[in-house]
């Protein structure tokens, strides 16, 4: 996903709300409608505000883009209040579209307010809306790194690079928080935990280190250390450098996952069709490797 600023939503926001406004006038033959088509003037006023430099002069034009942004809405509440004395199949998906959108441009309508109007940067990232069309994406910040958009994956690798277990998480969690819960999904899963693992540095604690070995993994091994010794978590160094060797190895895989199965981004729309996306290329994956480390 691209990546989102608070002209681009608005802009996206106005003209799906003229193609709704559209339809509703070609539903209804256009009697009783009167609203304005204000796309053009606000695709120029978010294409100034990308290139204009000066915050004085960006707010004034944020302020145009905002006010036409709710003018527009304003035709659209009106729109389908006039259509809801109709009832045709036709209408009533109209409406459904309406209801959909509308809390969304809401939203982005606010945030925009608070944000370049108000100047109250510090928006919390729950409250934010990133995506008119993909409302469910997450903001995921990881480290000093960019801003990507999307769902954070965690998942977990066998011996032999198969893939064994993935969560698609909600919301950005931190790495350290989300060790145990997978965890405790292995043993879950296979009855016991695994004898050795080995972790991202993200996921190195104290708690986490201690609990593992408690659940029964003889060896845990983070790739960076984070305060701990290696005598703490594994038997000896030969075994460290063994496991964080095995941990290198799964970036390998999630590299092909990315270039050759589609991972780095999802070209399909909704939560639902994200999730099956992600979990098509994983067992796709996983069938490849299959058959290649199946026995002649």
């Known amino acids: 996903m691209h990546e989102p600023s608070d002209s681009s939503l608005l802009w996206d926001a106005v003209r799906v709300m003229v ?11 256009g009697a009783g409608l009167q ?24 707010i ?48 982005i309508i606010r945030q925009s307010q608070r944000r370049v109007l108000d100047g109250e940067q510090q928006v919390p990232a729950t409250e934010k809306l990133v995506s008119l069309f993909e409302e469910h994406a997450d903001i995921i910040v990881k480290g ?13 690798t066998g011996r032999s690079g198969m893939i064994l277990d993935l969560v ?16 405790e999904r292995h043993i879950d899963f296979y009855g016991q935990a695994p004898r050795q693992a080995a972790a991202d ?29 290696i005598e703490d978590m594994v038997r000896s160094k030969w075994v460290y450098r063994k496991l964080r060797n095995f941990r290198a190895g799964i970036e390998a895989g999630i590299s092909c996952l990315k270039r050759a199965y589609g991972l780095a981004r999802c070209t399909w729309r909704g939560l639902d069709h994200f999730k099956t996306y992600v979990w098509s290329s994983i067992v796709a994956y996983n069938l490849v490797l299959f058959t290649r480390l199946k026995p002649t």
């Not at 609203?35 to 002069?57: E, L, M, S, V």
Request: aromatic share 6%; glycine share 6%.
């Open 168 to 183: 698609i998480e909600a919301g950005n969690p931190a790495d350290s928080d989300r060790l145990l819960p997978m965890l």
């Open 201 to 229: 540095g993200g996921f190195a604690t104290r708690q986490n280190l201690t609990t593992a070995k408690a659940w029964g993994v003889s060896d845990m091994a983070f790739h960076k250390k984070a305060g701990l010794r």
């Open 35 to 58: 609203w304005h088509d204000h796309c053009r003037a606000a695709k120029k006023r978010a294409r100034n505000i990308q290139f204009t430099r000066g915050r004085p002069n960006r």
């Open 60 to 107: 004034q034009l944020y302020r145009e883009l905002i006010a036409i942004a709710r003018a527009t809405l304003a035709y659209l509440e009106q729109a389908s209040e006039r259509l809801a004395i109709a009832t045709t199949p036709a209408i009533t998906v109209w409406q459904l579209q309406v209801r959909h959108h509308q809390p969304l441009i809401e939203r």
């Open 19 to 29: 193609r709704l406004l559209k339809k509703a006038e070609a539903l209804i033959g």
């Open 144 to 156: 000093s790194r960019n801003t990507e958009y999307g769902h954070k994956l965690n998942m977990t």
